[in-house]
Nanobody
Framework: QVRPVESGGGLVQAGGSVRLSCDASGRPFGGNDMGWYRQALGKEREFVAGIVRADGDTYYAESVKGRFTISRDKTRNTLYLQMNGLKPEDTAMYYC?????????????WGQGTQVTVSS
């Protein structure tokens, strides 16, 4: 199966910024929303941010509103997550999904993820 490739994570100090990318490997945009998810150590994977393919409207988990911004490049089939004002609680593996409905992932094609570690 075709899987997305996440990149851009790393170690960052609290209050810093990171920009994540998700490569769709040439897969055309269309259909459901796209989104970012994260999974912290010992916790379940949770929804972070979503974007509507048709008009680019966005929606976020309450914990990241005002700090994170999801966007996409339709010509390159790439999804982004700009993360500002990072907190230690944001430390997690971050994943993207190409098929999302109201924050719920539909596709089971998860990538390897990219680790974001925020130092306190």
């Amino acid at each position: 199966q075709v899987r997305p490739v996440e990149s851009g994570g790393g170690l960052v100090q609290a209050g810093g910024s990171v920009r994540l990318s998700c490569d769709a490997s040439g897969r055309p945009f269309g259909g459901n929303d796209m989104g970012w998810y994260r999974q912290a150590l010992g916790k379940e994977r949770e929804f972070v941010a979503g974007i509507v393919r048709a008009d680019g409207d966005t929606y976020y988990a309450e914990s990241v509103k005002g700090r994170f911004t999801i966007s996409r490049d339709k010509t390159r089939n790439t999804l982004y997550l700009q993360m500002n004002g990072l907190k230690p609680e944001d430390t997690a593996m971050y994943y993207c999904n190409w098929d999302v409905i109201a924050g719920m992932p539909v596709s089971d094609d998860w990538g390897q993820g990219t680790q974001v570690t925020v130092s306190s």
